[in-house]
């Protein structure tokens, strides 16, 4: 992965709203309080159609997506703290530097105190001297911070609905797990092409199960990203060009991103505990 990483779906326009810029101007001064109308923010629901393409690139039907989005005079600071809050809870807070107490060395003073004609030193671990200690440098700390469970979800279906609000951003392709006999990394390229996809793309596939010869055949691929519901994350969905789908994973986003689906399952308890782990 490159060092400068563009989140190519922040364009889209559930992004660009500026109705969260709109400021109240005050007609006249008076000394009662000015009166504002506080506007619901209820989560919408945005339904999109996807074609559903066979594995040799024919369009063979239509499916959808009908996935909890956020309102779009929030949704950018709610995808916004969901990728701030992945990011820093994977920094391991391990980096650690030596104040001048923990630096080995510098009991004995380096010159007398008078009568040299320089500065007073009472070390040689000060640290104003090469070799010396750190001063307010990093120690080891906990960066992890807290997101409710609800807002992460609803992050993530933000994301894949303005995906799928865009052209061709998001196709459905049939399983393809039984089609490659041995791993062969041309052959999958050559179902990338059929499929419409660039392998220079930044493309993600969301598989509920990637076969052997599958992951295989695609790990050669750089900008290639094959995840499972397991494995979905805010930031690949970001960071794709491309976003392909199978009918089994479309029914999964659908139950469980979209407006019908309350309470939680066991694939949250887990991700708690990979939180924590991680943390």
């Known amino acids: 992965m490159s060092a400068s990483t563009s989140l190519s779906f922040f364009s889209s326009s559930l992004f660009l709203s500026s109705s969260h810029n709109k400021i109240p101007k005050l007609t006249s001064l008076s000394t009662t309080k000015p009166q504002y109308s506080l506007k619901s923010l209820s989560i919408s629901c945005q339904v999109a159609t996807l074609p559903i393409l066979s594995f ?11 996935l909890k989005s956020a309102p779009p005079e929030t949704a950018r600071a709610v995808v916004h703290r969901g990728i701030i809050t992945d990011q820093q809870n994977k920094r ?3 980096a650690s530097t030596l104040t001048r107490a923990e630096v080995r060395g510098g009991g004995r003073k380096p010159y007398p105190q008078k009568k040299t004609g320089r500065a007073r030193r009472g070390s040689m671990r000060s640290p104003l ?3 010396g200690g750190v001063i307010f440098g990093p120690k080891p700390r906990d960066w992890s911070i807290k997101i409710n ?5 609803l992050a993530i279906s933000t994301a894949l609905s303005s ?3 865009e052209s061709e951003s998001v196709i ?12 062969k990394t041309k052959e999958f390229i050559e179902a990338m092409n059929r499929w419409g996809l660039d392998p220079k793309e930044k493309v993600m596939f969301l598989m509920m199960d990637v076969s052997d010869n599958v992951g295989l055949s695609s ?4 900008t290639l990203r094959m995840l499972t519901p397991r494995t979905l994350n805010l930031f690949d969905i970001l960071n794709s060009d491309k976003l392909v789908l199978t009918p089994d994973t479309v029914d999964y986003l659908n139950g469980r991103y979209g407006v019908d689906f309350e309470g939680e399952t066991d694939e949250d308890d887990e991700e708690d505990d990979q939180d924590e782990t991680e943390g």
């Open 56 to 66: 040799t690139g024919e369009k063979i039907g239509e499916t959808y997506l009908d």
């Open 92 to 94: 391991r807070g391990t």
């Open 129 to 131: 001297r090469p070799g």
């Open 149 to 153: 469970r609800k807002e992460k979800r």
């Open 163 to 165: 995906a799928a609000s």
């Open 172 to 183: 459905c392709v049939e399983e393809f797990g039984d089609k490659f006999e041995k791993p």
């Open 219 to 222: 790990r050669n691929i750089g």
